[in-house]
């Protein structure tokens, strides 16, 4: 099969998930605490936040959850703050929080649009943070469509963004692929009709995303030899 289109997670797919977040958590847990060492182990407790580690465990619902959700797991722990300021200030801190991709991003995406292949991004994070990490990797140009949770579209693991990509760009979505790190990504192509390919960039491992996954890669960076012997 051909496929005209590829639609992309963000965290955990175009960058690693620990790399970025466990950082941006430490950072936001320090100031949210103020050095109150109680408050910092509600907010991580609250976040299944690892504050020895200092790394999210897998079953954290920040890894896979909105923006919104992400900042009502942070109003439990500091119930003074009002959630739409703790989501403002979360959102903000998360736009510059520091992206390492898996692979050089810029030759990866001329290679699938030089291949015919329209380009999207998908994440449960707000719109705004993945263009600005996408500018700052360089590659925003690269893509032909971007939404986050907020963008009128739905969230992850609803098919409804994935769908709205594919109305966008005028493709059938049985000629897509959904690439994530998570289950919510590949639960929402397979329900959108589309192909789902799993990347382990992030928390969840092989045997997590197996059942949900047409194919499974260590990074986005061995897409190109996938299609051209696996698709």
Do not use: Y
Not at 7 to 34: C, M, R, V, Y
Not at 69 to 95: G, K, S, Y
Not at 173 to 184: E, Q
């Amino acid at each position: 099969m051909q496929l005209d289109g590829i639609i992309f997670d963000k965290d955990g797919t175009l960058f690693d998930f620990g790399a970025t977040w466990n950082t941006w958590a430490l950072e936001l847990i320090a100031e949210l605490s103020n050095g109150d060492a109680r408050t910092a182990r509600r907010i991580a407790d609250e976040t299944d936040f690892d504050l020895a580690t200092g790394s999210f465990r897998p079953t954290s619902p920040i890894i896979a959850g909105t923006g919104r959700e992400a900042a009502e797991c942070v109003a439990r722990a500091v119930p003074d703050r009002p959630i739409d300021e703790l989501e403002a200030l979360m959102n903000a801190r998360a736009a510059s929080a520091p992206q390492v991709p898996p692979t050089d991003l810029s030759p990866l995406l001329q290679a699938l649009a030089g291949r015919g292949i329209q380009l999207g991004v998908m994440t449960n994070d707000s719109e705004m943070s993945a263009r600005a990490h996408l500018q700052a990797a360089g590659v925003l140009e690269s893509f032909d469509w971007i939404a986050g949770f907020d963008s009128g579209h739905g969230a992850k693991p609803a098919p409804t963004p994935l769908l709205a990509f594919a109305t966008a760009t005028g493709l059938d979505p049985a000629r897509v692929a959904m690439v994530g790190d998570s289950t919510h990504d590949l639960l929402a192509g397979r329900a959108a009709g589309m192909v789902t390919i799993g990347v382990l960039t992030g928390m969840a491992g092989q045997s997590d995303l197996a059942p949900h996954a047409d194919a499974i890669l260590p990074h986005v960076g061995h897409l190109p030899d996938w299609l051209a012997t696996g698709a």
